[in-house]
C-alpha cells in the first residue's frame, strides 16, 4: 500500500520554524513505522533525523508523537497507525527538539536522577545476596517495565504546563524502589515526591497509562506515591 507520511521537520542550523516534509512511501501494512521511517532516510532524504537503536521495543529510544498519540515507532504497526492513507509524525512534545524528531532527553533525565532511581541499603551485605519472598517481588513488579521511554510523560498535560514536574516516568521509577523491601530509601524518595512539583502535580488525567508501550498501570502507581506519602505507610 501507499502511504502518505507528513513529518515535522527542523534543522536549527538553517530553519526559522519547523516545516511539514511529505512523503510517500511503499509499505506493507505489517512493517512498522520505524521501517518506513527508515525507507524515507534511505531511499527518498538522507536528511531525516530520528533515533532508534533496538528496533523491538526495548530501549525506548524512538518515541514520538504518531497521529497525536505518543508510541514507540517500532512497535507500531503501519495499518494501526494509517488514518485515510496518510501518518503524520511530531517529535514527542514538552521537550527542546535538537533536530527533526530528535529531542533534548536532558531535562527527562535530570527528573528520573532526582528521585534516586538505585537500591538504598546501608546495612553491611551478607555472604549472599539479599533475598527476598516472591510476593515482596511481585509488589513493584510492573514498575520494572519501564524502559525510560518518555512517551508517558511528554503526553501529560502537567509536564506540558510545567516542565518542572518530576513526571510519570520518574514517579514509576520511584515506585520500583520505594517498594521494594530490601530498599532502605523510600523516606528520601517521598520527600523529592511530595514537593510541590512532585506527585501532586499530576491531576489523574491518564494519558501516561493510555500510551506506555509496556503497559504499565502509570496511573495506579502514582496512586500508591501518593498513597504513601499520605498515609506515611508502604503497604
Ligand atoms: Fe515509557 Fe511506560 Fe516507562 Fe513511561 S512508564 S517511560 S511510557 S515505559
Ligand atoms: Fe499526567 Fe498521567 Fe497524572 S497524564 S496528570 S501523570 S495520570
Ligand atoms: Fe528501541 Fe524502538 S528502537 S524501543
Redo the contacts with the bound molecule.
Sequence with gaps: MKVHFKIKRFNPEKDKKPYWGEYDVEADESDRVLDALQTVKWDIDGTLNFRRSCAHGIC?SD?MRINGR?ALACKLLIRDAVQGGKITIEPILGLPVIKDLIVDMEPFFAHYRTVMPFLINNTTPGERERLQSPEDRERYDD?T?????????T?CPSFWARGDYVG??AI??AHRFIFDSRDQGAAERLKVLGEPDGVWRCRTVFN?TD??????Q?TR?IGEVKAALITGKID
Design positions: 525506548g518515541a505518543n514498575s517495565k519501564c524502559i525510560l521511554c518518555a512517551c508517558c510523560t503526553s510519570p516516568a514509576v521509577q501516561c500510551v506506555c508501550p509496556r503497559d504499565i502509570v502507581v
